[in-house]
């Protein structure tokens, strides 16, 4: 049983379990990512070394050779191969701290929608666990699967809206829809009707020209 610090969804958390148990890590770190690169609303699994995460977010992030800031086109890369093509003094840096913590290797996924990255995930290995042989290779494999499985259920994007003509409150509905809530769920969130929230649903298929929830989520996925 894996404890989890921070909310997630199912599919978030299934990704997460998945990428953890594939490449046998210790832990992982889900976050989102905002538009100005800045990382927010961190779910990590039980296994991140106590203080890390304290330590990372009062100023080691700015140190971080794996910060989305530094993915370029890459959608995934690891702390090991990174640092030996390019070891600069702030990448030994981090390096140095997260040793000291017990971590012996991260390998940081990237996930992106509409060409922006939006949200990350990071395993990581403790210097007691058996890193696989052939990890870039596994990564390869499950990138998209973990990518297309946590962007669908996060948020649109701010410009969906306009691009469909959604209202504030379809919006949300919408939002709610992308995280797998029910309509019961998504009526308990916005204290509205059950009624209420059937009548969203069908003005927003009839907006976005779909027929089903998954056909919402797929579009707001989708690059445009």
């Known amino acids: 049983m894996i404890a989890w610090l921070g ?7 299934q990704a997460a379990q998945f990428a953890r148990g594939i490449l046998e890590g210790c832990a992982t770190a889900f976050y989102e990512v905002d538009s100005d690169l800045n990382l927010n609303r961190f779910v990590l699994s039980s296994g991140v070394p106590s203080g890390f995460h304290d330590q990372y977010l009062a100023g080691m ?3 971080d050779p794996l910060h989305p800031r530094s993915a370029t086109n890459q959608p995934f890369a690891r702390l090991s191969v990174t640092i030996g093509q390019c070891a600069t003094k702030e990448a030994l840096t981090y390096r140095t701290f997260a040793g000291q913590c017990g971590i012996a290797d991260i390998i940081e996924f990237f996930f992106r929608r509409n060409d922006r990255i939006v949200a990350g995930m990071s395993v990581l290995w403790g210097s007691g666990c058996r890193i ?5 290779n596994i990564a390869e494999k499950i990138h ?3 990518e297309f499985n946590v962007t669908s259920r996060l948020a649109p994007s701010p410009d969906e809206p306009a691009r469909y003509g959604l209202t504030s409150r379809e919006l949300e509905v919408v939002e ?15 204290n509205i009707g059950l009624a209420t929230v059937k009548t969203h649903l069908i003005h927003i298929f009839e907006k976005l020209g779909v027929e089903t929830r998954s056909a919402v989520v797929a579009l707001m996925s989708r690059p445009h």
């Open 176 to 190: 709610l829809l992308c995280c797998g809530r029910t309509n019961r769920e998504i009526g308990e969130c916005l």
């Open 144 to 146: 998209d699967y973990l």
């Open 132 to 136: 696989p042989d052939g990890t870039m």
């Open 61 to 63: 992030n700015r140190l």
């Open 7 to 13: 909310r997630s969804d199912p599919a978030t958390t």
